[in-house]
């Protein structure tokens, strides 16, 4: 199995997740809402290892599922299992906004550096392992987001960036990735709407351990950016 640091920045972001919840159960003494965090966390960890062992049999790059034009809506499915119990359960929705609220932003910005872990994906194109035209068009803005990620927690920490400045910085951060890289996947898979055709091609993006990436990191990502852009227009909108 080739080296991956994929299923460590899914344990990194998990944990970091965890870590704050814990932290603001600790200040506001509002332990069920950390409950409720836990409970979330694990099912996302869950699914992550039904998606590793899905990715390890090879499912993602299967010649059957080509035809369906899998870069399309993989991710969806990641996104309905992450959103679904938001948008069910209240006291989860109270714990992850308790977390934006409670939580230094800068701290929140300097997560995001992260994602300068798309060093990796540049030196696998650069010895031919992984898709030169995904690593342009989505793997490198990723990183010049990840570096972002340092001006804009160092900026935050001397109060020199205000709140709705971080809202529109997530906001970018969501953009890097969505729509376009789903749709960019999909023209480097096998089917009708095969584009990139020269090898390697983004079977390499969605064969495993790389697979975690596409199905569960860079949505988690993404789901961040969204989260918190969404929590700052409420507090915003709270304080008039």
């Known amino acids: ?42 099912w996302i960890a ?10 390890a049999r090879g ?4 010649d059957a599922l080509m035809p369906y034009l899998p870069g399309l809506w993989l ?15 209240s006291e989860l929705r109270r714990g992850l906004a308790r977390i934006v609220e409670g939580t230094p932003l800068h701290w929140l910005a300097y997560f995001h550096a992260l994602r300068i872990s798309a060093l990796g994906t540049a030196y696998k194109t650069s010895i031919g392992e992984f898709p030169l035209y995904f690593e342009l068009l989505v793997g490198i803005p990723d990183l010049l987001f990840g570096l972002s990620a340092l001006w804009m927690g160092s900026r935050l920490q001397r109060r020199q ?10 906001l970018i951060g969501a953009l890097v990735i969505v729509p376009a890289a789903p749709i960019l996947l999909q023209l480097g898979l096998p ?3 095969y584009v990139f055709t020269d ?42």
Do not use: E, K
Request: proline share 6%; hydrophobic share 55%.
């Open 161 to 170: 960036m205000s709140r709705r400045g971080f809202l529109r910085w997530n």
């Open 199 to 240: 090898a390697p091609d983004a079977r390499a993006v969605f064969t495993y351990p790389m697979s975690i990436a596409p199905m569960l990191v860079v949505p988690l990502f993404v789901l961040i950016n969204l989260g918190v852009a969404a929590q700052l227009w409420v507090m915003d909108r709270r304080n008039g």
């Open 1 to 42: 199995m080739p080296l991956s640091l994929t299923p460590f920045l899914l344990m990194v972001q998990l944990g970091f997740v965890f870590f704050l919840s814990r932290r603001c159960a600790l200040q506001s003494h509002r332990v069920d809402l950390h409950r409720a965090v836990t409970l979330f966390l694990f």
């Open 75 to 89: 991710q969806v499915i990641t996104v309905s299992i992450c959103v679904l119990p938001i948008l069910l359960f």
């Open 46 to 55: 869950a699914y992550g290892v039904l998606t590793s062992v899905l990715g």
């Open 191 to 193: 089917g009708p709407l």
């Open 59 to 62: 499912l993602f790059i299967s």
